[in-house]
């Protein structure tokens, strides 16, 4: 009641002369925390902070209240008026400046503050070992399987699962690109020894059904992906695996019908004869695509560098984190705390990739322990000109390859990148839309 109240209006039951609903509303102040997996520490150091000064807090819509803080416990603030009454409200209701003085008080991580001994136990009873690649494991005649599991891998936590294909079968070399993006985000990667391109790929799917009876894997966070006739493959079985999503490079669906919720992260170079219908499989989905990505690289008919992996992982985790945030809600903290901090420290260096995570983080609601720190940083990011066209370029790109690209070709899109190409002719978009005029390394 409290908290629909606030909403519109910081809590009219407050104002009022009825009897408060403590039923509702009273809670315990102090509740013990699990110490599982990840532990949140500003959440666990705000239960010994001293309650605020009573103030006025204002709501995201302008409203206000009298009240002092007397605790924030699991993104709950629990605010008590001069006439003891209480009320429970999430900290997304409060003004940008009231959060951060919560954060401030209760010692709350922000801007992606959150210390590295917050993993409190790692997994330690696997039959294989983290950080190094183990296998080949055979999953059944005919099955067999490279695994990598990252350094950092919380104990009591089900993780998304990838599994690469590589048109001339998985090796430990298949997967060593995917190394960054699964510490960052704590995924578990495979590779099928036996798909190739001269394969029907029936030994995928053993493979990703051994890896679920055998490790810590999340059955609704496998991902498929590879490159080229791998990649192509990845979308012909994503049904059959019940994939959440693609992480694309070199190829295409190639007409392969698709699950319009899937989620798709793709990647071609600018010469790649497939890079019309890498495109292709974005603009299927429709208007479904908004959660997916078209990204183009200076290159031929080749696998995608680390960097670009990196950034596929990370947007398909986040997307999906963010889609499921109340079954996920600690882990999708975390895992936006990791994209703030990776955008910070790429401030100086490479403004305009910290610029396109904080954008990323903007476009999405993120959990409000993050939100101060998210403002100021995009809105400094945002006042670097160069930053900006960077960003603006690489959505301008997508953007044109989803509505013209996948469907016309490259062909039909000539005159749209020559205007881009003039546009961002100061970023490295405009050598990218100039490479994209030019014929693929097939045609040549």
């Known amino acids: 009641t409290c908290i629909s109240q606030f909403a519109n209006g910081f809590g009219h039951s407050?104002?009022?002369q009825r009897p408060f609903d403590s039923s509702i509303c009273?809670?315990?102040?102090?509740?013990?925390?699990a110490l599982m997996g990840w532990l949140a520490i500003g959440s666990s150091m705000a239960l010994w902070a001293a309650p605020t000064a009573v103030r006025d807090w204002v709501s995201a819509s302008g409203t206000r209240i009298t009240a002092s803080a007397e605790s924030v416990n699991a993104n709950i603030v629990v605010l008590r008026t001069a006439d003891r009454k209480v009320a429970q409200v999430p900290m997304e209701k409060f003004s940008a400046a009231d959060i951060a003085l919560l954060q401030k008080h209760f010692n709350l991580a922000a801007a992606g503050e959150i210390s590295q001994s917050a993993v409190v136990s790692v997994e330690d009873s696997l039959k294989w070992p983290l950080g190094k690649m183990a296998g080949p494991i055979e999953a059944a005649p005919g099955s067999t399987y490279y695994l990598y599991l990252p350094k950092q891998l919380p104990k009591g936590r089900k993780h998304p699962l990838l599994m690469v294909l590589d048109p001339h079968h998985g090796k430990e070399a298949s997967i060593q690109r995917y190394y960054a993006g699964a510490e960052r985000n704590g995924w578990?990667?495979?590779?099928?020894?036996?798909?190739?391109?001269?394969?029907?790929?029936?030994?995928?799917?053993?493979?990703?059904?051994?890896a679920l009876a055998n490790l810590p894997i999340d059955p609704e966070r496998i991902y498929l992906g590879g490159f080229s006739g791998g990649s192509s493959r990845s979308f012909r079985l994503s049904k059959q695996a019940k994939?959440?999503?693609?992480?694309?490079?070199?190829?295409?669906?190639?007409?392969?019908p698709l699950d319009r919720d899937l989620t798709i992260y793709a990647m071609a170079g600018t010469q790649c004869w497939n890079r019309d219908n890498t495109a292709a499989s974005l603009t299927a989905l429709g208007t479904k695509a908004?959660?997916?990505?078209?990204?183009?690289?200076v290159g031929k008919h080749e696998w995608a560098g680390s960097e670009l992996m990196d950034d596929g992982i990370t947007h398909l985790n986040a997307v999906f984190l963010a889609d499921h945030r109340k079954v996920h809600a600690e882990e999708a903290w975390?895992?936006?705390?990791?994209?703030?901090?990776?955008?910070?420290?790429?401030?100086?260096?490479?403004?305009?990739?910290?610029?396109?995570?904080?954008?990323?983080?903007?476009?999405?609601?993120?959990?409000?322990?993050?939100?101060?720190?998210?403002?100021?940083?995009?809105?400094?990011?945002?006042?670097?000109?160069?930053?900006?066209?960077?960003?603006?370029?690489?959505?301008a790109i997508n953007q044109l390859a989803?509505?013209?690209?996948?469907?016309?070709?490259?062909e039909g899109a000539k005159k749209d990148l020559e205007k881009l190409a003039a546009e961002y002719a100061s970023t490295p978009w405009g050598d990218i839309c100039r490479k994209l005029q030019e014929p693929s390394e097939k045609s040549r």
């Open 243 to 256: 994939a959440a999503g693609v992480l694309a490079c070199g190829m295409g669906a190639c007409g392969a």
């Open 334 to 395: 975390q895992c936006e705390a990791e994209i703030l901090r990776l955008a910070a420290s790429l401030k100086s260096s490479n403004p305009g990739r910290a610029l396109m995570w904080t954008s990323f983080l903007t476009d999405r609601k993120v959990d409000p322990r993050l939100t101060a720190g998210l403002d100021t940083l995009h809105r400094e990011l945002l006042a670097d000109a160069a930053a900006k066209k960077y960003v603006d370029g690489m959505i």
């Open 402 to 410: 989803i509505k013209k690209i996948g469907q016309n070709g490259m």
């Open 14 to 16: 407050m104002r009022t």
């Open 188 to 210: 578990i990667i495979i590779t099928s020894v036996e798909s190739a391109n001269e394969t029907d790929g029936k030994s995928v799917i053993p493979s990703i059904d051994h």
């Open 26 to 33: 009273l809670k315990p102040l102090v509740k013990p925390l």
């Open 290 to 297: 908004k959660n997916s990505f078209m990204r183009y690289f």
